[in-house]
């Protein structure tokens, strides 16, 4: 649950992170520098090294055992003091006393000194996290091969046969929550593949390592002490807590914090054991989205054609506005379709600019973002749940023939605008809102579209070729 930093909110999901996952000004997704994920396990790796092409730093390699690669025994790509090679180091040798120390919070948090000890016997420090913790995005991939990837014919077959299967538990939690099924089943093929890539770490001895080397100590501690409160309180087995890097588990990928916020046992046996059970997993899932706010009955969005002339400083999700004042500035469902409801607020998003489709997303997209904050997220979750009841895929073409920028051409564009005035932040590769306006700003001075879509040729026009 891709991917400014999710300031490890509340899941780890497919890919945590950055709100600025989704590059709408280049129409790519952006691998995070800090994405949960399995650096051999499930979507989540395929998101973080596959689909982006992204490297850590260096490419390790295999272990002696033919294992996963252990630690490259460098200094991390983010700079922070707690990444460099000697602060790890040194942390890794405290580690020990690090998680000793830890006991006191345990008690208060009512776990038993017997388990405390059972649960932490035997942990060692996993330093590969820190390589997959800095890794930095060298490649990307553009949204439409992400949602061709995702969406694809054997992950609807999967789909259905899941809605089929547990329908029984669809129905109940559909009945309890509210909350539609094709969300929650396409979820559950999005962030594991229906339950077959969930990741294969130790979670408590991946949130110990991170609770006691790295940068964000202080928030991994309280996931490690929560993944006890787990144990101890006997809703999983210590051999069912095994997931991503970060820490997030189960087959709709729940970091522990978010497992005690949501959980919930669907089926009366006492245990909310969201990893094997499909009662407890379906309902804390939508009790999930419910308690962020969805909307029962609504979608997450409309597909929408933009007139010619269209004024793209509208397309940014603080600029909601009613379907009825969208349709006043021409746009219109691209299946031609009327709106359900013209009084619903929406924001546009238009991640290939001039150049491919805009959606005009909803509350409950809203809340898929809070499921994970990457518009490229949301958009597939909402789209492959559409798909799986059985609608069309997108109407209009992508502009596949336009080639993705590598993060040094990323770093280049940021330099060359703020070179000109228009960039203000610091060059880091990574493209976002301040990136985005820069961009329509530099557009707008030579009487281009100003879209904020980071084409070739808008590097191009900046290097002045």
């Not at 990444?83 to 942390?91: F, G, K, L, V």
């Not at 649960?119 to 820190?130: K, Q, V, W, Y």
């Not at 060298?138 to 789909?159: M, S």
Request: hydrophobic fraction near 40%; glycine fraction near 10%; proline fraction near 6%.
């Amino acid at each position: 649950m891709c991917l400014a930093e999710r300031a490890m909110s509340n899941r780890a999901g497919v890919i945590i992170i950055a709100a600025t996952l989704l590059c709408s000004s280049g129409g790519a997704f952006v691998s995070p520098s800090y994405a949960q994920s399995s650096d051999n396990n499930g979507v989540s790796n395929f998101l973080g090294n596959l689909f982006s092409g992204q490297k850590t730093a260096p490419q390790a390699a295999p272990g002696p055992d033919g294992g996963p690669p252990p630690w490259s025994g460098e200094d991390g790509a983010s700079g922070h003091p707690l990444m460099t090679a000697s602060a790890i180091r040194e942390a890794a040798a405290n580690f020990p006393n690090c998680v000793a120390s830890m006991w006191p919070d345990a008690a208060r948090r009512n776990i038993s000194q017997e388990n405390f000890q059972r649960f932490t016997a035997g942990l060692e420090p996993d330093l590969r996290i820190m390589d997959l913790m800095d890794s930095q995005p060298e490649f990307t991939k553009a949204i439409w091969d992400y949602l061709d990837i995702l969406v694809n014919d054997n992950r609807l077959a999967k789909g259905r046969e899941i809605l089929a299967k547990y329908k029984p538990q669809f129905d109940a939690a559909e009945k309890a929550y509210g909350v539609d099924r094709y969300i929650i089943a396409s979820i559950w093929g999005i962030e594991s593949n229906y339950s077959t890539q969930m990741g294969d770490r130790n979670v408590v001895n991946s949130t110990a390592t991170l609770a006691c080397i790295g940068r964000r100590q202080a928030y991994f501690k309280d996931e490690f002490l929560t993944a006890l409160e787990i144990l101890n309180r006997g809703d999983l087995r210590p051999e069912q807590m095994r997931g991503s890097w970060a820490g997030a588990f189960g087959p709709t990928q729940f970091m522990p914090t978010a497992f005690k916020r949501y959980a919930v046992d669907g089926d009366g046996d006492g245990r909310r054991d969201v990893v094997d059970n499909a009662a407890d997993l379906i309902a804390s899932t939508a009790n999930n989205l419910r308690k962020d706010g969805w909307q029962t009955g609504r979608s997450w969005g409309y597909e929408v054609v933009l007139p010619q002339g269209f004024n793209f400083m509208l397309a940014d999700k603080s600029k909601a506005m009613t379907i009825a004042q969208w349709q006043g500035q021409g746009l219109v469902r691209a299946d031609g379709k009327p709106f359900p409801d013209s009084t619903e607020k929406a924001y546009l998003l238009a991640p290939a600019g001039t150049q491919g489709p805009g959606f005009l997303m909803l509350q409950n997209f809203r809340v898929i973002m809070k499921y994970n904050p990457a518009e490229a997220y949301a958009l597939a979750i909402g789209h492959f749940a559409d798909r799986l009841r059985g609608g069309p895929p997108f109407v209009q073409p992508w502009p596949r023939q336009e080639r993705v920028l590598s993060r040094a051409e990323r770093l280049e564009l940021q330099q060359l605008l703020a070179q000109r005035g228009f960039y203000k932040g610091t060059p880091d590769g990574q493209f976002g809102g301040q990136t985005r306006e820069a961009l329509r700003g530099f557009q707008a001075s030579i009487g281009a579209p100003a879209d904020g879509f980071a084409s070739s040729d808008v590097l191009e026009r900046l290097r002045g070729r």
